[in-house]
């Protein structure tokens, strides 16, 4: 049976059209996009949001110009802590024998010329004895006023050369002749100032000339040794300031210079060795840690924004315009790589437009209310 047709007057056709605009006019939130402005691209505009005065205020809104900001690049490269092997040592026996007495352990600081550990070595005792005796006779001749004195003289001599062959300095000869002749143990001495990192021995263990006993590192000042891309290896030079920073230590830097570029590429990384040294005041940097290195590079003047003026909506990089009081639209935005802080403007905004630098995670929750069941951005 075919559908019987309405006939509409003619002056009901309006009205229906009135109504279905009003209908589909009323689904249509404040947080749909809107026009870009004079000057702006409708691409890079998106959602506006608006905030009454007391929500500007907790929310802690700041404007402000983007306008050119001079600031100092750096080039990011990870690294690592080491020892300074300047101030490193591998306190070794120079003579054979038993450890008679262990005087540090691990962690303990020693001063240079102190005495570490004690040895019973038979040529050590051996040689001793002769330079004793060898100076007992030139006394004795002296006084005596013998012809042999110069034979004596020549003997001592020989005495004497035979400690220096064991490690010993003309200083420690003497001071090993004036002590009792009781007094015949070797004496290993710590070579600085410093800490006991390890001991490799304990007390009654037997030595060969050459044995490990302990390692001792000052580490007043220490290396830090960083990776350099090889596409970046023109931005680095020997003297370059360089920053380091640590998550352990937020917000503190600790601030060196290069000393050192390796004149070889680690094929395997492709990457370029570089060191840093730096004063390690407090003891705070621990070898073995990774941080960041921060090489810096030549001042440039740039359009720059804030780091917390720039937030992700839907996966883009978004800052926020004021349009009105309490009105602001959300700009899509490129930036280059943060300096400090700031992050340059790569496209997205022009020199002198007004921007919220403060205040914009309001505006993203805002924004982002449809996807959490809400269907309005206007905050009372």
């Known amino acids: 049976m075919p559908c019987p047709r309405l006939k509409l007057k003619p002056a009901v056709l309006p009205l229906m059209l009135a109504a279905l605009f009003l209908f589909t006019g009323c689904g249509r939130t404040k947080s749909s996009p809107e026009k870009a402005g004079p000057g702006e691209k409708e691409e890079h505009t998106l959602a506006q949001v608006s905030l009454s005065e007391e929500a500007m205020a907790l929310a802690g809104i700041k404007i402000m110009t983007l306008s050119p900001k001079t600031i100092q690049p750096e080039l990011l490269v990870p690294a690592e802590v080491v020892l300074n092997p300047r101030a490193y040592y591998r306190l070794t026996a120079r003579v054979p024998g038993r450890v008679e007495e262990l005087l540090v352990y691990q962690g303990d600081r020693v001063r240079p010329g102190q005495v570490v550990a004690r040895l019973f070595s038979l040529p050590y005792l051996e040689s001793l004895t002769e330079l004793r005796l060898a100076a007992e006779r030139l006394e004795k001749l002296t006084r005596q006023q013998s012809p042999e004195q110069e034979t004596a003289r020549a003997l001592l001599e020989s005495a004497r050369e035979k400690l220096r062959l064991l490690g010993l300095s003309d200083k420690e000869i003497e001071a090993v002749s004036a002590r009792p002749s009781g007094s015949s143990l070797y004496e290993i001495l710590s070579p600085a100032s410093g800490q006991v990192v390890s001991t490799s021995v304990y007390p009654g263990d037997t030595l060969e000339a050459g044995a490990l006993l302990m390692e001792i590192a000052a580490f007043d000042r220490l290396w830090i040794e960083g990776r350099v891309q090889e596409k970046d ?26 000393t050192f570029i390796s004149p070889v ?8 060795k570089v060191r840093v040294e730096v004063p390690n005041t407090g003891g ?39 349009r009105a009081p309490g009105v602001f639209v959300g700009r899509e935005i490129q930036t280059g790589p943060p300096v400090k802080g700031w992050l340059p403007v790569m496209s997205g905004l022009d020199r002198g437009q007004e921007f919220v630098a403060a205040g914009t995670f309001m505006l993203k929750a805002e924004i982002l209310k449809p996807t959490l069941g809400e269907g309005e951005h206007h905050h009372d």
């Open 233 to 258: 290896q023109g931005q680095v030079n020997t003297g370059q300031e360089a920053i380091v920073r640590t998550g352990a230590y937020p917000g503190e830097e600790f601030k060196g210079r290069v």
């Open 265 to 272: 590429l680690d094929t395997s990384t492709r990457t370029l």
């Open 284 to 322: 705070r940097l621990k070898p073995g840690m990774y941080v960041d290195l921060a090489l810096s590079l030549p001042e440039r003047t740039i359009l720059a924004v804030p780091e917390e003026a720039v937030v992700e909506v839907n996966g883009r990089k978004t800052v926020f315009i004021p």
